[in-house]
């Protein structure tokens, strides 16, 4: 049985994706109930906790998930096609030349995290600064680990091994909620910290057998000047730097919030961790399962399946990912209030959460798309082009961040309109807000630049997109009429189980609606996503 489970293969790409969207939901899920009792035993406090994550997710996102990924599948599948073993020489010295990399930084980066962080929270008192001080320097063993595992998951994924691919996620964030329950009641806020490292381990131990069955062979090789090597680093360098510019815009953003109100970190960082759940489940699922089918078609100059295959991926999260954030938007508060209206976790701070997830909602739908467009141009080695878009997209943000949460000073008319809109009365500073509506522009602006570039290079069928986007929007129409149908009928409550019960009828009668009316519009979505597809077991 756990032979066959490391073995399994999938076959399609509705498959892959569905298997990473199952494990995105159950890693989402326990990521929540982690989120729930950070709310729940630390409160505002939690900001500690949220910003000693920006320097070492910093290093993790710069050399690992932003370059290593993207660049060893492209390389993998040119090695492995013309000798086996030089592919898995090249995945041996990328995992030795990484390591020690990875090691050197963090430790240079470990002498300097009072000075960095400074420039990270410069709104903490003494206190939280040093406790956040403590909290980076252990939290930088996450890249190392995690860089490793990367590593390995981008072997499975060329594999299609996505099964224990997807087991990852899950175990990491049991490592979390581990941490919580059985090491912050003798350490605090450290101890969720130890969590953390605990589930890095488990992400790369579970993957390690499983490329082993694919064919892995680990060699004591380390060459620096390795041409395989040198492409790695010559596709991550533009890459790296556009990943840069996208921490280096959370690392603003952190800056700012510590300026606000107290607890605005944590509002801020609640509601973008519940609009990156669909985004995750969804968009980033598909990305991922598309990848391989996209890089093997262009590196064989297969372009009329590329198109096939990267236009089908679209309208597939556009069909999912609009009522997705049609949901969102219209349950705002009875997901916020069910998830985190617990404990420390003030009625204040989660009626701000609420009207940031409700302005979150307007741009999921761009940012879901986004990690498929970008592997579009990873597929045929353009680290480039969606590189100089998302520093673009970080000078337009950080602009409208600092614009938009001086704008909406309790002073501003605008202001009384949010409140109005979002139910934010009796609240005096609301100037939080004003972070998710500059992020949720500055993913529509990005999107549309991306589509449009891309489109330069492959010439998607936009008549065939927009037709199916009309049919989805019109469906999503009566879908949010249908979830405030439902919801009208039920009085005001604060009850945890009045508004479980608001979200689950609510929601219910809302995707029946929207699958009746793309039933009756005829989606050809409907056939891409729904049919039972096989696994096959062997490697």
Same mark, same amino acid.
């Given at each position: ?11 399609? @790409? ?17 990521? &929540? ?21 920006? +320097? ?8 690992? =998930? ?13 090695? %492995? ?12 010295? &990328? ?15 470990? $002498? ?27 939290? %930088? ?13 981008? $072997?499975? /994924? ?17 490592? +979390? ?58 596709? @991550? ?9 996208? /921490?280096?815009? &959370? ?25 990156? #759940? ?28 590329? +198109? ?5 991926? %679209?309208? /597939? ?35 701000? =959460? ?19 467009? #970008? ?23 950080? #602009? ?10 309790? =002073? ?68 949010? #009429? ?30 029946? =609606? ?26």
């Amino acid at each position: 049985m756990i032979s066959r489970l490391f073995n399994s293969q999938t076959k399609s @790409i509705t498959l892959s994706a569905g298997i990473l969207a199952v494990s995105t939901v159950i890693s989402g899920i326990l990521s &929540l109930i982690g989120d729930w009792l950070l709310a729940k035993n630390f409160g505002a406090s939690a900001d500690i906790y949220f910003a000693s994550f920006r +320097i070492p997710d910093f290093v993790y996102n710069i050399l690992i =998930t932003g370059g290593v990924v993207v660049a060893f599948l492209p390389l993998f599948s040119e090695y %492995f096609l013309k000798e086996k073993e030089k592919a898995w020489d090249f995945c041996s010295n &990328l995992l030795n030349v990484f390591l020690f990399s990875l090691i050197l930084l963090s430790l240079i980066l470990l $002498i300097f995290t009072p000075y960095l962080l400074k420039l990270v929270t410069p709104g903490f008192e003494k206190e939280q600064f040093e406790k956040t001080v403590l909290l980076t320097r252990i939290l %930088f063993l996450s890249p190392i680990l995690l860089g490793l595992s990367n590593i390995f998951s981008g $072997i499975l /994924q060329y594999f299609n091994r996505f099964l224990v691919y997807s087991l990852s996620p899950i175990l990491y964030n049991l490592g +979390i909620i581990f941490g919580i329950l059985i090491f912050s009641p003798h350490f605090g806020i450290l101890g969720v910290v130890f969590g953390v490292i605990l589930g890095c381990l488990l992400h790369l131990l579970i993957q390690i057998p499983a490329a082993k069955n694919c064919g892995f062979k680990y060699s004591k090789i380390f060459n620096f000047k390795n041409f395989g090597i040198k492409r790695v680093f010559l596709l @991550i360098l533009p890459r790296a730097l556009g990943i840069s510019a996208q /921490q280096l815009n &959370l690392i603003i953003i952190t800056a700012i919030a510590s300026t606000l109100a107290s607890g605005s970190i944590s509002v801020f960082n609640f509601a973008n961790n519940i609009q990156n #759940f669909p985004i995750g489940i969804i968009g980033i699922s598909f990305a991922i399962a598309t990848f391989p089918v996209l890089s093997r078609a262009w590196a064989k100059n297969q372009k009329d399946e590329f +198109i096939k295959n990267l236009s089908s991926t %679209f309208r /597939q999260i556009v069909f999912l990912i609009i009522p997705a954030s049609i949901l969102i938007f219209s349950l705002k508060n009875q997901i916020v209030m069910i998830l985190l209206r617990h404990g420390q976790f003030s009625l204040e701070l989660a009626r701000l =959460t609420a009207a940031s997830l409700g302005i979150f909602a307007f741009g999921i739908f761009a940012w879901a798309l986004t990690p498929l467009i #970008f592997r579009a141009f990873f597929s045929f080695q353009d680290t480039k082009t969606p590189t100089l878009i998302a520093i673009l997209s970080l000078i337009f943000n950080v #602009f409208f961040s600092f614009y938009f949460t001086q704008l909406l000073n309790p =002073t501003n008319r605008l202001t009384s309109l949010f409140k109005k809109f979002f139910s934010l009365g009796g609240i005096e500073n609301i100037q939080i807000i004003g972070l998710p509506l500059a992020f949720s522009l500055t993913a529509i602006f990005q999107f549309l630049i991306l589509i449009s570039f891309l489109q330069k290079r492959v010439h998607l069928n936009f008549r065939e997109i927009l037709i199916s986007f009309f049919k989805i929007i019109l469906a999503s129409f009566f879908m949010f #009429f249908s979830i405030n149908i439902v919801l009208n009928s039920f009085f005001a409550s604060q009850t945890f189980f009045d508004n479980f019960l608001q979200l689950i009828i609510s929601g219910f009668f809302g995707i029946l =609606t929207y699958f009746i009316f793309a039933l009756f519009l005829k989606s050809p979505e409907l056939k891409e996503i729904l049919p039972l597809q096989k696994i096959s077991f062997f490697c």
